[in-house]
């Protein structure tokens, strides 16, 4: 497993604080903690670095979070990926376009950084 | 003006109108009718009845005449025969004298004299073989043509009734000159005695009487011709008489044979034995039983056409005229006298009934006439009523109809004029209306699209505000506060450095669920929410909201919380989560403001089958003014004494499960008593399918 975890978001300090959250998988796991500032560049990067892991923002400039999941999906190479998709967002029809664009799991803004170090946690198999 | 007849019968108006005079000329055609003929049929009737009297009367006038002139005629005819007697006998005086006075002269004896005499006078003869005779103051016959009378002694003389003939009249002659006397003597030749009228005058110088005499026979003959002959004419006369149609006049004499009768196999036929069928008694006593009484004898009698059937009325009258001992009687059939009054009673109904017809149709154009306008003015109202506000009566007289439907003209003119510009204005104020509302609906768009960037737009930050604080909290919780332990300043900051970092955690919790709440709210009300709609056991549900709000309760060791839901309770569908979210938003408002004491979850069904469900605390209760006003958004029950380290609610809440509620055809409402708690219902169908 390519122990590369990606945080997609146009928002520097929603990219800060999920940086800092993930921090601890940094440190006691060895984990990569890459970013990426909007849709094209996060789907360059998923396709350059292959994380295990992608926190993918759905609203961005250029490209959303749910193109960049369906270009994701497309490609038989990256299409082991995990993306966990935030949102604000918090419809359940959002949640449905978000699972059938290929997202592993949905995390609606606000968050609570306990709750995302769990999830990833959890996806990674580190429990 | 009359119109369409069709039309016109249609108008109740005309119809009461025509009806009414219908009925007064039927009513005055009537009265007239039976007022008039009867009386009219009765006075025809009498006078008929007058002039079958009359014409009686004028038949016996006419045979009083007649007899009168018979009788006139005897009279004359005897008087006659009176002077032709009394010129014979002085003749034959003047011839004795000139006899005589030879005797006179000397020239004969007085017995040669007499001789000549009474050999001259005894073949003298005149008229119808009469003749002359003479005797002496003794009664003894000096000439007479019978052999056996001449010369003799007729003293004792008497004629055929046996009364002494000379002597009365030698002696009055001898009294009187002279004489006339009537007797009963044969004729020369005869054996049987006639009535015989006598002249005689007295002969004083030869104390002789002369006389002579003429048979009445003779006279009464001529009588008897003459009234032969006045009968032929009355019975000429009497054919031509009619009464009414067939009635006629007859007469019967005393032995009732009907000598005057137009039916010639009744005429001279004695009729005692005719019976009247009405009395069984014969018809000529009955006849002569109502003579002269004025009275008329009404009995069936046969008609000529209609031979033995004797049911007809027949009325005669009976007139006694002693002088010929006749019996006048005229004879008509009732139905004939009826018959003129019949002609014209059913003339008059006629005249009548054509009246009535003209008077008919006469009111028929007058009264159509009448209500023409007014049912044009009605027609045109009826059509004003349905809408068509370009009728227009049109009607132009001088009378108050006239005005009325000017009025009326003039009226709808102004209704017309008065929705046209109406019509304009609600025009423009729809397309106002119309304008506004497409603005309105814009600004709905954009502001459910500024809701949801707004609340994008929010939680962003929030997640970084939240995000960071907790990051915080958990460094310092990790790195500082160990470290400030023993020095005392420190250790108070650092509490207080982490009380503050909960401040803004709960705060940023609260923000959260406000952009929540406005988001929901915005999308129900906007319409633009997906109801995810399952069929659900309602049971399962409340059992679930309630095990999604336990955790709240058991924090809470004050408030007892119990839940009561019915057993077998009915499937509904709705929105599961959204259900949830009513009854655990009702829950988490009762725990939040029932600080101690119990929050009851009640579910079952109502007998109309509606699904309900009860939230029961016993918190402070909501004063009955906040209770209307407790489903509204953005309110608040204000209360010094609640919320007191309380979350505080977003004032969303109720007005999203109303909306949640009203969703699938419920209804939410509360009931709370200051100090003794409230309880939170609602109910909804069970069953259901929203509309999404």
Known sequence: ?127 | MTGNPPTMLRSKLFLRLFALQVVIVAIFGAAIYFLSVPLIKKTIYDQEQTAGRTILDNVYELANRIHADLEDYRKGAIDARKRELKNVVSIAASYIRSVFAEVDKGALTRDQATARVAERLRSLRFGKDDYIWVVDYDSFSIAHPDPKVNGTDNSQLRDGRGELLIPPMVEIARRSGEGYRTYWWSRLGASDPSEKLAYFMDFPQLGWVIGTGVYMDDIDAEVVEKKMEAIERLRTSLREIRISKTGYVYIFDSGMNMFIHPNPNIEGKNVAGLENPTTGHPLVRDLVAVADTGDGLVYKWDKPSDPGNYSYDKISWVRHFKGFGWYLASSVYTEELQRGADVLGNRILAITAVVLVLATLLGYVFVGKLTAPIRRLSDTARRVRNGDLSAVSGIQRDDEIGVLSAAFDSMVEQLRENIDVLDIKVKERTHDLEKANEELKELDRMKSGFLSSVSHELRTPLTSVRGFAKLIAKDFEKVFAPRAQGDAKAEKTASRVQENLGIILAESDRLTRLIDDVLDIAKIESGRVAWNEETFRFGDLVQKAARAVEAVFSASPRVSFTVAIEEGLPETAADPDRLTQVIANLLSNAAKFTEEGEVELRAWRQADGLLRVDVRDSGPGIPAMEQERIFDKFHQVVRDDTLVDKPKGTGLGLAICKEIVEHYGGRIWVESEVGKGSTFSFVIPAKTKGTG
């Open chain 1, 1 to 127: 497993m390519n122990k590369k975890i990606l945080i997609v978001d146009d928002e520097p300090h929603i990219r800060s604080l999920i940086e800092q959250t993930l921090e601890y998988l940094e440190d006691e796991h060895g984990f990569e903690i890459l970013s990426a500032t909007n849709g094209e560049e996060g789907l360059a990067t998923i396709r350059s670095e292959k994380p295990a892991l992608v926190f993918l923002d759905v609203m961005m400039p250029l490209m959303n979070g749910y193109a960049v999941c369906r270009k994701v999906k497309e490609e038989p190479d990256l299409a082991g990926t995990i993306i966990v998709l935030l949102t604000a967002k918090g419809q359940e029809v959002d949640r449905q376009v978000g699972i059938e664009a290929g997202a592993h799991r949905y995390m609606t803004k606000p968050f609570d950084p306990d709750e995302l170090l769990g999830l990833a946690k959890g996806i990674l198999g580190l429990e």
